[in-house]
């Protein structure tokens, strides 16, 4: 199975950059996902990590450490509209996601 | 292009009852999937399909079912509706699920059952 562990809120100022760690164990690994959710809407797509190292789309970057068990997504210049929550997910070798419980990041003015 | 969509929005129902989520995906996607999601808990898996003609258990299949006659098609019924089953429904798909290939999310069900 999977556990996948990150913070459950973060609340940052407009123009700021925010950083938000997720953390893995998992029985197998084939890659992992980044998704935003706006409230009361689908997930969408940001990123997808499969080797180490960092990943960068935009204001968007986001890093992985296969042996840390470790990622991150750093949103840079911080803007009203990147208030949402945002959603870490695993995905083993049957190609099927785990997901985190999402971070709901608050931006204020 | 619709993309994904489902069907109903959202949804009251009396304990007992059956209820089947519709969920249609115009992409030719070989791979589908059914979340729901819940306060606290993040999406969980529910039934997937790799392609038309199979399906698997997630990690939450108790008390669903699904079926995959066809590539766009993934309906997910409730036999017999619980209180607990009361979620906001996702249908996802996915061009094959493996590579770099990402899930495209329907738009969601809300179900609520009394």
């Known amino acids: 199975g999977q556990n996948i562990d990150q913070p459950t809120e973060m609340t940052a100022t407009e123009g700021a950059i925010v950083q938000i760690n997720c953390t893995y164990q998992t029985s197998g690994f084939n890659g992992l996902f980044w998704y935003q959710q706006h409230a009361g809407e689908a997930p969408t797509f940001l990123s997808y990590?499969?080797?180490?190292g960092l990943e960068e789309k935009g204001r968007f970057s986001s890093f992985l450490s296969r042996s840390k068990g470790y990622s991150y997504l750093l949103l840079k210049e911080l803007q009203m509209k990147d208030s949402a929550s945002y959603l870490c997910?695993?995905?083993?070798?049957?190609?099927?996601?785990?997901f985190g419980a999402g971070t709901t990041v608050t931006v204020r003015a | 292009i619709a993309g994904i969509t489902q069907a109903p929005t959202s949804q009251i129902l009396a304990a007992g009852r059956r209820m089947t989520l519709r969920c249609t995906q115009d992409?030719?996607?070989?791979?589908m999937y059914w979340y729901r999601q819940d306060l606290g808990l993040g999406l969980r898996l529910i039934h997937y399909?790799?392609?038309?003609?199979?399906?698997g258990k997630g990690e939450v299949p108790d008390g669903y079912s699904v079926s995959r006659a066809n590539t766009d098609d993934f309906p997910l019924t409730l036999a017999s509706a619980v209180p607990s089953q009361t979620s906001v429904y996702f249908c996802a798909s996915s061009p094959s699920g493996s590579g770099a290939d990402t899930q495209y999310f329907g738009p969601g069900t809300r179900l609520t059952v009394l």
């Open positions: 990590n499969v080797l180490d």
């Open positions: 399909s790799n392609t038309a003609g199979t399906t």
């Open positions: 997910a695993v995905r083993d070798n049957d190609y099927k996601l785990s």
């Open positions: 992409m030719r996607h070989n791979a």
